[in-house]
C-alpha cells in the first residue's frame, strides 16, 4: 500500500491560492520551461516590476518557483516537484469524484430491488 503524506492545509491554501492567479500561472509556465530573471518577466507584463515581484513571492511561498541571486538579478526557476505533488494531489480528488459519480450513476439506474429503473 502506498502513503501518501497529507499536506498542511495552510501549504494546500498557498499552492491552489498561487495557482488561482492567470498571471501567477503563467509565471510558472514560463519559469518551468527556462529560468529567467524577475527583470525578464516583468518585461512581458503590463504590470510594474513590483507586482510581478510580488507575484514571484507568492509562487515561492508555495514551493512553486525558487530564486537565486545571479550578481544584482533575481533568477527564478520552476520548481517540477511542487508541481508533481499539486499534480498527484488533484488526481486524488479526481479519483473521489469519479467514485462519487459511478455510485450516483449506480443508484439512478437501478431501483430499490437492484432491478433497472423504467426510464432504462
Given at each position: 500500500?502506498?502513503?501518501?503524506?497529507?499536506?498542511?492545509?495552510?501549504?494546500?491554501?498557498?499552492?491552489?491560492?498561487?495557482?488561482?492567479?492567470?498571471?501567477?500561472?503563467?509565471?510558472?509556465?514560463r519559469v518551468m520551461h527556462a529560468e529567467a530573471s524577475v527583470s525578464e518577466?516583468?518585461?512581458?507584463?503590463?504590470?510594474?516590476?513590483?507586482?510581478?515581484?510580488?507575484?514571484?513571492?507568492?509562487?515561492?511561498?508555495?514551493?512553486?518557483?525558487?530564486?537565486?541571486?545571479?550578481?544584482?538579478?533575481?533568477?527564478?526557476?520552476?520548481?517540477?516537484?511542487?508541481?508533481?505533488?499539486?499534480?498527484?494531489?488533484?488526481?486524488?480528488?479526481?479519483?473521489?469524484?469519479?467514485?462519487?459519480?459511478?455510485?450516483?450513476?449506480?443508484?439512478?439506474?437501478?431501483?430499490?430491488?437492484?432491478?433497472?429503473?423504467?426510464?432504462?
Amino acid at each position: 500500500m502506498v502513503v501518501h503524506q497529507v499536506p498542511s492545509a495552510d501549504s494546500l491554501d498557498r499552492l491552489f491560492g498561487a495557482l488561482a492567479d492567470s498571471t501567477r500561472r503563467d509565471i510558472l509556465a514560463r519559469v518551468m520551461h527556462a529560468e529567467a530573471s524577475v527583470s525578464e518577466l516583468a518585461a512581458r507584463y503590463r504590470m510594474s516590476f513590483a507586482a510581478v515581484q510580488k507575484h514571484v513571492a507568492v509562487l515561492e511561498r508555495a514551493d512553486l518557483v525558487t530564486k537565486r541571486k545571479d550578481g544584482r538579478a533575481q533568477r527564478v526557476a520552476g520548481n517540477p516537484d511542487a508541481v508533481r505533488r499539486a499534480n498527484r494531489l488533484l488526481a486524488q480528488f479526481e479519483q473521489i469524484w469519479e467514485a462519487r459519480i459511478g455510485r450516483l450513476d449506480e443508484l439512478l439506474t437501478t431501483n430499490n430491488e437492484g432491478e433497472p429503473n423504467a426510464c432504462d
